[in-house]
């Protein structure tokens, strides 16, 4: 069965502070890894990764895929208030048309 | 509308009751999916269209969930006979046709079955 697995599940961290999100998958056919960013309701899009070894950035956020280990993790440099959201990875197979989402981090940024 | 819209934005109904789940999504946007997200779990994929007709059914949990789509755009999910268990946020998304990996999502459905 695929899955997709994402740690911590929490973390809490104060303002200025580093983070990095892990995700890991076991999945057949895989086309591409996703991060999306979920503050109440609706997750926005952050990155889509498809290759390994080459880092997707914006701005104080950054992602990495590593094809071979089967995992991707997320950085948070300078992390703030407004940081504070559930991050979930979803994984993009070939010859299906759906996204498998792991269960998320919930990220939670203190002043 | 520039983003995917859904109503209601909330839902509170009696056990055994059915409900309707509305989305609109980008106009211009033939793909569109339905997830559900139980309180602290990841999203579950319920259904995708590809215009009007669902080639992936696979992820709707029971026969009391059915969801149809009309003139490629608006989509209705419904659940009949409400069970406590179906209480979640269901989120709809549209894409592009073959852009599947960019999904917009929209703001979800909160339904609490009492």
């Known amino acids: 069965e695929d899955k997709v697995v994402q740690s911590p599940l929490s973390l809490v961290v104060h303002e200025g502070d580093t983070v990095t999100l892990n995700c890991s998958y076991e999945?057949?056919?895989?086309?591409?890894l996703l991060w999306y960013k979920q503050e109440k309701k609706a997750p926005t899009f952050l990155f889509m990764l498809?290759?390994?070894?080459i880092e997707k950035k914006s701005g104080r956020l950054s992602s990495i895929l590593d094809k071979k280990e089967l995992f991707s993790i997320l950085n948070i440099t300078a992390t703030q208030t407004g940081d504070s959201a559930v991050y979930l990875c979803?994984?993009?197979?070939?010859?299906?048309?759906?996204?498998?989402f792991g269960t998320g981090t919930r990220l939670q940024v203190f002043p | 509308g520039a983003g995917v819209s859904q109503s209601p934005s909330n839902k509170v109904t009696e056990k055994g009751k059915d409900v309707e789940l509305r989305c609109d999504p980008i106009?211009?946007?033939?793909?569109l999916y339905w997830y559900r997200q139980s309180l602290g779990q990841g999203l579950e994929f319920l259904i995708y269209?590809?215009?009007?007709?669902?080639?992936?059914k696979s992820g709707l949990p029971s026969d009391r969930f059915s969801a149809e789509r009309t003139g490629g755009s608006v989509s209705t999910l419904t659940i009949q006979r409400t069970q406590q268990e179906d209480s979640a946020v269901y989120l709809c998304?549209?894409?592009?046709?073959?852009?599947?990996?960019?999904?917009?999502f929209g703001p979800g459905t909160r339904l609490l079955v009492l």
């Open positions: 998304a549209s894409s592009l046709a073959g852009v599947v990996e960019t999904q917009y």
């Open positions: 106009s211009g946007h033939t793909a």
């Open positions: 979803a994984v993009y197979l070939y010859n299906t048309d759906k996204l498998i």
């Open positions: 999945v057949t056919n895989f086309r591409s």
């Open positions: 498809t290759s390994s070894g």
């Open positions: 269209f590809q215009g009007n007709s669902a080639p992936d």
